[in-house]
């Protein structure tokens, strides 16, 4: 167990729809991360927080957004979804230091 | 941040010693290289990492090459728990997000 807490872990929804996705980092853990994993793309890094402010992006879509609340918790927010968004997305945290990313155990979105 | 190569894929027999290969020919002084594992659909693990020096902990050990163009991750006994896709991730570490490639498939043999 990572410490870091994803849900729901399964999501199923129609295109158009928009959707969250929630984490809750490692007991004082600053930073989140949010990666999107699909078959032919890989791990791929959307976006990354730092206690409540954005501090890297990566391929996120603009229909994508992300913020990080004052209790370190984050949401990943997916709307005008699309057939192509099914993937697993991953939120990941790490400690001051950042050497380490721990990870969660995802939510599986399926958009039909 | 560097790119790495690895071979795709890879199989080592259950209670042997498994040597992952990672090249990062273009790697900077200051970039770490990090292994991270990734069993079926779970999410991404660390491994280890390291600078310049070899370092062992109680999951495996890292080998960096004296150039630093290559490394080699050691998991010194493996079991069938360890059958996952690899990764081998060259960053300039703190506050830096990482950028996964494809892997290496590990399978372990009964």
């Known amino acids: 167990d990572s410490g870091v807490t994803q849900t729901p872990k399964h999501l199923i929804t129609a295109t158009g729809q928009r959707v969250t996705l929630r984490c809750s980092p490692r007991?004082?853990?600053?930073?989140v991360y949010w990666y999107q994993q699909s078959l032919d793309q890989g791990l791929q890094f959307l976006i990354q927080y730092y206690n409540g402010e954005e501090r890297a992006k990566g391929n996120i879509l603009e229909r994508f957004s992300a913020q990080q609340f004052p209790d370190l918790h984050s949401e990943l927010n997916l709307s005008s979804l699309e057939l192509g968004d099914s993937a697993l997305y991953f939120c990941?945290?790490?400690?001051?230091?950042?050497?380490?990313?721990?990870f969660g155990s995802g939510t599986q979105l399926s958009v039909l | 941040d560097a790119k790495t190569t690895q071979p795709p894929s890879m199989d080592c027999a259950e209670g042997r010693a498994a040597n992952l290969p990672c090249n990062h020919s273009t790697i900077s002084g200051n970039e770490y290289v990090y292994w991270y594992r990734q069993i079926h659909s779970q999410g991404p693990q660390y491994i280890i990492h390291g600078l310049k020096n070899n370092e062992t902990n109680e999951m495996a050990s890292l080998i960096i090459t004296e150039d630093r163009k290559s490394s080699t991750l050691i998991l010194p006994h493996a079991t069938l728990r360890d059958t996952a896709v690899y990764y081998c991730?060259?960053?300039?570490?703190?506050?830096?997000?990482?950028?996964f490639g494809s892997g290496t498939q590990l399978t372990v043999l009964p």
């Open positions: 991730i060259v960053s300039l570490g703190s506050a830096r997000q990482l950028t």
């Open positions: 007991s004082g853990d600053l930073s």
């Open positions: 990941a945290s790490s400690g001051r230091r950042n050497e380490k990313l721990f």
